[in-house]
Nanobody, 119 residues
Framework: QVQLVESGGGLVQAGASLRLSCAASGRTFSRDFMGWFRQAPGKERELVAGISWYGGITDYTESVKGRFTISRDNAKNTVFLQMNSLKPEDTAVYYC????????????WGQGTQVTVSS
C-alpha cells in the first residue's frame, strides 16, 4: 500500500526555519514528480512547491519564492521542504503528494504536518 508520511512541522516564531520531510513507502517514487501543498483554515489546498523526479525542475508559489526550497533524496524515497524566514501567513497543514508535470496532485493524501507561525 502506497503511503506518504509528512513530518517536521511545529510551532515557531516569525523569522524561524523548519524543515519538513515526506517519507514515501509502498513503492519507489524516484520517477515521480512530487509536490508540497498546504491548507490554511478556511482556504483551499494550494501548491507550495514542486520538484521533478530528478530534481532538475522546481517551481514555487510566488509567496514562498526565495524563502522555501524543495529537494529530494531518491535513495531514501524522501522529499524535503526547507522553510526559512517563516511568516504567520505560512501557518497551515502541509502535505506532500505525487503530481503530474503540471503540478496537479493525483495520489492519496497523508495526514499532513501542522506548521504554526506566531507573530
Amino acid at each position: 500500500q502506497v503511503q506518504l508520511v509528512e513530518s517536521g512541522g511545529g510551532l515557531v516564531q516569525a523569522g524561524a526555519s523548519l524543515r519538513l520531510s515526506c517519507a514515501a513507502s509502498g513503492r519507489t517514487f524516484s520517477r515521480d514528480f512530487m509536490g508540497w501543498f498546504r491548507q490554511a483554515p478556511g482556504k483551499e489546498r494550494e501548491l507550495v512547491a514542486g520538484i521533478s523526479w530528478y530534481g532538475g525542475i522546481t517551481d514555487y508559489t510566488e509567496s514562498v519564492k526565495g524563502r522555501f526550497t524543495i529537494s529530494r533524496d531518491n535513495a531514501k524515497n524522501t522529499v524535503f521542504l526547507q522553510m526559512n524566514s517563516l511568516k504567520p501567513e505560512d501557518t497551515a497543514v502541509y502535505y506532500c503528494n505525487t503530481v503530474d508535470s503540471t503540478w496537479r496532485p493525483f495520489g492519496s493524501w497523508g495526514q499532513g504536518t501542522q506548521v504554526t507561525v506566531s507573530s
